[in-house]
């Protein structure tokens, strides 16, 4: 079992839907949670952390967390074309090395 | 907020040669930076953890002897591709955290073609 799992897609979104992203991750040990965005030969970057079981929001993007079910997932509110990119889910692990998922890749159809 | 400055951005090599990216944390420390490989259309593979004032840890199945870590700062740390090979063209990126925080910041990442 892959310590982060995502559904690599391609997911496509009709603008000004709703995209929802999944992540799960198999140590139950893990504390921090991360969702970067990755565009094309973009470095990674930082959208949403989050470190406690519930939904945490910064404007248009909500994270949930679930530890019971070690599931992690990101809400994109009012899909935008620019939020078309690779979704990588990252997890801390008990070594404090950042593990990534093998990411889903979003398209937002105008 | 944390800057990580990764330089250069591209580079092309002749297979035999050595090859060195630098990463460099602008307003922060950082005691631990981390070395990550992704080919295209696949995720980020940690290669190896770089840890100032100490050897690197390698993950398994990454040659210690080609990709040499040094971080001989608390605001530098490089990695050299040593007898490139074709094989080994792939987008190479470092991130940093700061200290007690489990925050990570990426540079902007290498891209490293070997002809």
């Known amino acids: 079992q892959k310590e982060v799992e995502q559904n690599s897609g391609p997911l496509s979104v009709p603008e000004g839907a709703i995209a929802s992203l999944n992540c799960t991750y198999s140590?139950?040990?893990?504390?921090?949670f991360f969702w970067y965005r990755q565009y094309s030969g973009k470095s990674p970057e930082l959208i949403m952390s989050?470190?406690?079981?519930g939904d945490k929001e910064d404007g248009r993007f909500t994270a949930q967390l679930n530890k019971a079910s070690q599931y992690v997932s990101l809400l994109i509110r009012d899909s935008q074309p620019s939020d078309s990119a690779t979704y990588l889910c990252?997890?801390?692990?008990?070594?404090?090395?950042?593990?990534f998922g093998q990411g889903t890749r979003l398209t937002i159809n105008p | 907020g944390a800057v990580v400055s990764q330089h250069p951005s591209r580079v092309i090599c002749k297979s035999g040669t050595s090859v060195k990216i630098e990463c460099r944390s602008l307003?922060?420390?950082?005691?631990?930076m981390f070395w990550y490989r992704q080919f295209p259309k696949q995720s980020l593979m940690l290669m190896a953890t770089s840890n100032e004032g100490s050897k690197a840890t390698y993950e398994q199945g990454v040659e210690k002897d080609k990709f040499l870590i040094n971080h001989a700062s608390l605001t530098l740390s490089t990695l050299t591709v040593t007898s490139a090979h074709p094989e080994d063209s792939s987008f190479y990126i470092c991130s940093a955290s700061i200290t007690g925080n489990y925050g990570y910041t990426f540079g902007s990442g290498t891209r490293l073609t070997v002809v």
């Open positions: 307003d922060f420390q950082a005691t631990t």
């Open positions: 990252a997890v801390n692990s008990r070594a404090q090395k950042l593990v």
């Open positions: 989050i470190y406690s079981n």
């Open positions: 140590d139950r040990v893990s504390q921090s």
